[in-house]
């Protein structure tokens, strides 16, 4: 099993670009989610989505959409890119809610 | 509201020392507790879990005990390796939000040989 993969690694955008950033899980998960990690901030939700069909706001949503394809796969997209998106995001899985989650190897993005 | 509370880093230890990072945690009723590890340039890695009061969960050497008359949830190792070098996250899912997990703040460990 690969476990949760993401695309791209790395990214550089210019102010305005748009982008969406790809994760997918083959553990059959039915909980997924996004974070961003930046610096002295730790670790904060942007969306997530308990199951396939639903998505839910985090604590810092704007500026970003998800979508939800199918029970795999979960995107983030910015539709927008600002300098203050330059961020490390990492995807995430779960069984379902409450239970522990599997992260993926992360999208640096740089937005100049 | 909930929340996780690490202690504070960096830590430098000598290979083969003793690893103690404390945890602490506010909770509403008793979530599962969850140990992360994060190596330079990777992701977050679960280093290991414990779901209940006393339970004790385990990995690689690793340990941490689950204590709810304490609310703690403390990661031990006996003799770090230089390949433990990494940030530690002590984490728990929150009862909303679909179980978003709480962080606490990380703590970078530097192990010399």
Not at chain 1, 5 to 25: D, N, R, Y
Request: charge should be neutral; glycine fraction near 10%.
């Amino acid at each position: 099993n690969a476990g949760v993969t993401q695309t791209p690694k790395f990214q550089v955008l210019k102010t305005g670009q748009s982008m969406t950033l790809q994760c997918a899980q083959d553990m059959n998960h039915n909980s997924m989610y996004w974070y961003r990690q930046d610096p002295g901030m730790g670790l904060r939700l942007i969306y997530y989505s308990a199951s396939e069909g639903t998505t839910d706001k985090g604590e810092v949503p704007n500026g970003y959409n998800v979508s939800r394809l199918n029970k795999r796969e979960f995107s983030l997209r910015l539709e927008s890119a600002a300098p203050s998106q330059t961020s490390v995001y990492f995807c995430a899985s779960s069984v379902r809610g409450y239970y522990e989650q599997y992260f993926g190897p992360g999208t640096r993005l740089t937005v100049t | 509201g909930d929340s996780v509370t690490q202690m504070e880093g960096p830590v430098t230890l000598s290979e083969e020392a003793f690893l103690t990072i404390n945890c602490t945690y506010t909770a509403t009723g008793y979530p599962s507790l969850f140990w992360y590890v994060q190596y330079p340039g990777e992701g977050l890695q679960l280093l290991l879990k414990a779901t209940k009061a006393d339970d004790k969960g385990s990995n690689k050497g690793f340990e941490a005990t689950y204590r709810k008359e304490t609310t703690s949830f403390h990661l031990e190792k006996g003799s770090v390796q230089v390949s433990d070098s990494a940030v530690y996250f002590c984490a728990l899912p929150l009862y909303n939000q679909g179980g978003k997990l709480i962080f606490g703040q990380g703590t970078e460990l530097s192990v010399k040989p």
